[in-house]
């Protein structure tokens, strides 16, 4: 299927860059959402709490 295509190289690398990528970012997603829920737990922890948990209206 690709020995006989010249481009077959460039095919194959530029999909294997865009698996690559879209499977950092995916770690790098679930890295950061596990920080920030640590972030907030830390806060919660020391009584500073979220404005939305707070209740009260919804005008600043």
Do not use: N
Request: hydrophobic share 50%.
């Amino acid at each position: 299927m690709f020995g006989s295509d010249p481009h077959a190289g460039f095919i194959v690398a530029s999909y294997a860059v865009t698996a690559v990528t879209l499977v950092a970012l995916a770690v790098w997603i679930v890295i950061d959402h596990r920080t920030q829920k640590a972030r907030l737990a830390e806060l919660e922890a020391r009584g500073i709490s979220r404005r939305s948990a707070r209740g009260g209206s919804a005008s600043s």
